[in-house]
């Protein structure tokens, strides 16, 4: 991670066109349609279940598909809503209304604009694996949880946002199973399970849409009395023009309110649209920008709350349909957005007659590919911490809240880092003999053996040498102790920072020895880390001349040190 130098922002776009050619176009083009065609009823299900019209959804993914295309890191990422992204825009929306979102989703782009500037594309990555499969596994279920409703048909309104207690509602209301409804969420099942057996070119979904619709839309008509709840139902008529242009307010009460939301859209996206890059690399060889993918995805969430959009990242399911497809640069993303604008513009008013259990089969799909449950077994194989952190990540997610998951996931993904760290770090006690080149590649034979004074102690710091790890070199170095030495000699070689709380024990260590007539010697201390100790004055304290710069120096001072004081106490006493 390096805060310093110039912005890393190089769109792949940009440099794609730099060596376009008519057969990259032809492959775009057509990689580019299918993934529109794929992206449709996706965007108008995501729409639906974050709690606003199939109109916003497709808007999303028209311009928010555009700007990650036109300004991300990856070649082939495809942007839009998701599914991920559900429960905390339900959340936003039901209890800050549609303008609440707006103001969390600008501010979330901000957050990923300025992980991208400062960046930090390459931190979020190393966000352990189980907390995010216990992410993905828990917003997969609460996606399923909303869709029973509209699936067996229940016809219930104002269902609580709370996963228990919409669950509770559930099982006090499953007499009034509308079987016509099942009928259908279980046609369109089968065509998406289906499709993909007989073609995998064609979109199970979309093929799913287009026969359910056709087959219910002539059912009403033979059958008038039938109720088979559509989009048309739900929303009225899809407006087809084109959305204009809205602001919001964007006040300090607002800011300090969603904060903590926008903060969860921002890495939740940044979590997600990093994790489809890599996926998307390992396919195409190439080598995504990380901090340039989120400033991407950072100007997309910026720009599509002034139309009323939700929040935007990368999808893998439709990135790994732009790859199967021959998609290789980011025109093909540009080409799906623009055959969605075209459906929109064209096609919108037959989403009226969508069947909303369709749409619930759809999300049921979606959340079962999410749910990751052939990984989550796999895990159960691994240590007991991964487990139990996947456990806590999932639990929180689904029974409390995703901002709150967010939060904590992170906390503990920052503690299982430190506690990882300070089991890797070892700190070893010579006396002696010390092997100057032990842990190294060198064989035997160029081995070197010091000889250590009774009288002198080494300890070897042996990785990074931060808060955690000076209390445990503090706790050791105490245990270890038969009788006060004359010298103590620390080793450092092999540690590549030091933090403010290691310089502080650092001093203390240094300020009871010398008040107990104990030399304090610091050996082989590396560019960055004497650079640290000199400007926070432990030069001053111990004399420059102890910070020396190999061991062989430091235990020959020290044995000089031990055999002057050796020789003014004999001169002492014989005086």
Known sequence: MNFSGKVDFRPKLWSALRHYNSKKLQADIVAGVVVGIVALPLAIAFGIASGVSPTIGLITAIIGG????????????????TGAFIV?????????????LAVATFMAGLILVLMGIFKLGTVIKFIPYPIVVGFTAGIALTILSTQVNDF??????????????????????????????????????????????????????????????????????AMPGIEITTIGDRFGSMST?????????????????????????????????LLSATVADGYTGSRTSTNTELIGQGLANITVPFFGGIPVTGAIARTMTNITNGGRTPVAGVVHALVLLL??????????????ACLAAVLVVVSYNMSGWRTIVGIFKNPKSDVSVMIVTFLLTVVFDLTIAIEIGLLLAMVLFLRRVMENTEIKVYSEQLDVAEGTDLDASHHEVLNVLPGVEVYEIDGP?????????????????AEKPKVRIIRMRKVPFIDSTAIHNLEILITSSQKEGIHVVLSGVKDNVRETLVHAGIDRMIGADHICPHISVAVEMANAIVERNAATTLSTARG
């Open 66 to 81: 555009f700007m990650v295309s036109a300004f991300g890191g990856n070649s082939v990422q495809i942007g839009g809503p």
């Open 88 to 100: 905390i825009v339900y959340g936003i929306i039901a209890r800050f209304g549609l303008e609440g």
């Open 152 to 221: 067996l048909g229940l016809g219930l309104k104002d269902l609580p946002g709370e996963f228990i207690s919409k669950w509770g509602v559930y099982f006090s209301n499953f007499d009034k199973i509308h079987l016509p409804t099942v009928g259908v969420a279980l046609a369109s099942l089968l065509i998406i399970i289906a499709t993909p057996k007989i073609s995998k070119r064609l979109p199970g979904a979309l093929m799913a849409i287009i026969l359910v619709t056709a087959v219910v839309a002539l059912l009403k008509n």
């Open 241 to 273: 023009d084109l959305p204009e242009v809205h602001g919001f307010a964007l006040t300090m009460a607002n800011i300090n309110m969603l904060l903590p939301s926008a903060f969860t859209i921002a890495v939740l996206g940044a979590i997600e649209s």
């Open 343 to 356: 459906i929109y513009i064209f096609l919108m008013p037959l989403i009226n007659y969508v069947p909303m």
């Open 465 to 481: 040498f931060f808060f955690g790890v000076a209390t445990k070199f503090d706790e050791m170095m105490r245990s270890t102790l």
